[in-house]
């Protein structure tokens, strides 16, 4: 093995937070149809297990964009309508006004956009400026619209394309039940605001934009976020261990994406703890290096593993087990199968499923059911072959 360009530390693979650079793996179609949509004004929902990359992806497309204004939403750590409104006022007034422009100017701009919201703007010992709205409490419908359509007005006013992105966006429901009837009111008149919306909860994102009782049925074009394809993870894996000196062997290559799938956070993650391996010296030839490497990895989980799996029932772990097996070609609600691995009938199947879905345990993959964490999958394996 060659020794690594860099310092021990100088890991050439992320995970765990947002990727950008040459730690980027593809996603070349995706970025292109995003800037499209985005070009077109054309609003997009999209859906990917947690880990998958789409804040990532959504980030270098906003990184990328020059004739789009962006901006960027993560609904996840917010507890109120209140909160979204103050956090989201603050964005916009940060993000689509003129700085530059004298402060009396830009406060009468802002008074007019945010009225009756009690704008305000202090500055701190170094005269830095900040933006915060002085209203006690926002709940009411007319002002939360208010802030809403303040980026169309100021789309159109300078004739501005602007694209708003509101990630973990299945966390509406928690946030407020009335926000969502709210956003739409206001969101289906806006002309030159598109909006992305991302989600990692299958079943809430697909109930959100697919039953036709939400506010939000077919807002927006579906877009879907695949495993990237072998060999452009391959080539990925390889030039980046060559970045550092080291040279990878083609079947150690291949077990990290059998076992990863080509899930983009996974790919990352078994390919660090493989390179951190060789750093100290073991041999990838040996014939136990590959067992090696993953024994650490779910050795290192197993304790979450443990707990996950003492809480679901007789049932939900069968079905586990089942997936673990099965390849894509199995039918899983025929009788063959069912009777193989002693499955419930098919009406206590579709609900354990669905229970282990809300759990994202498993997600569904066209008409496929697949582990979320390719790690639990291989701990689940190795379970089973204990009993």
Not at 235 to 252: A, C, L, N
Request: charged content about 25%; aromatic content about 12%.
């Amino acid at each position: 093995m060659t020794k690594s360009k860099g310092t021990e530390s100088d890991n050439p693979f992320k995970y765990g937070s947002v990727v950008s650079r040459e730690a980027f793996c593809n996603r070349k179609e995706e970025i292109q149809q995003l800037k499209q949509y985005m070009q077109n004004s054309q609003s997009v929902w999209l859906f990917s297990p947690r880990r998958y990359g789409k804040t990532s992806l959504i980030k270098r497309v906003f990184n990328e964009s020059v004739l789009v204004k962006t901006l960027y939403v993560d609904l996840y750590n917010i507890k109120s309508t209140d909160d979204f409104c103050k956090r989201y006022a603050k964005l916009i007034a940060d993000s689509l006004f003129d700085w530059k422009d004298n402060m009396k100017t830009l406060s009468g701009k802002l008074v007019e956009s945010f009225k009756g919201l009690k704008p305000s703007v202090t500055f701190d010992e170094n005269g830095n400026p900040s933006f915060s709205l002085q209203t006690e409490t926002i709940h009411q419908q007319i002002d939360v619209e208010t802030i809403l359509n303040i980026p169309d007005k100021i789309g159109k006013k300078n004739n501005q394309k602007i694209c708003i992105a509101f990630d973990e966006f299945q966390e509406i429901k928690r946030i407020d039940p009335f926000l969502i009837n709210w956003m739409r009111s206001a969101f289906q008149f806006h002309e030159n605001v598109s909006y992305i919306f991302l989600g990692s909860k299958q079943s809430m994102m697909e109930s959100i934009f697919s039953d036709n009782n939400s506010p939000f049925y077919e807002f927006g074009t579906k877009m879907n976020l695949n495993p990237i394809r072998k060999e452009e993870l391959e080539m990925f894996i390889t030039d980046r261990f060559k970045s550092r000196g080291i040279y990878i062997t083609q079947s150690v290559v291949d077990k990290i994406l059998e076992i990863s799938g080509g899930h983009p956070h996974y790919t990352q993650f078994f390919a660090s703890e493989v390179f951190y391996l060789l750093l100290s010296g073991h041999d990838q030839n040996n014939e136990t290096f590959n067992h090696l490497w993953l024994t650490k990895i779910i050795n290192g989980q197993s304790d979450i593993f443990q707990n996950i799996y003492d809480q679901l029932s007789n049932i939900q772990r069968n079905v586990l087990q089942t997936l673990t097996v099965i390849d894509e070609n199995t039918e899983l609600y025929s009788v063959k199968t069912r009777d193989k691995y002693h499955l419930p009938p098919s009406s206590t199947l579709n609900t354990t499923l669905n229970s282990l879905i809300n759990k994202d345990i498993i997600a569904k993959q066209g008409l496929q059911y697949k582990l979320v964490n390719p790690i639990f999958k291989e701990w689940l394996k190795r379970l089973d072959a204990q009993l």
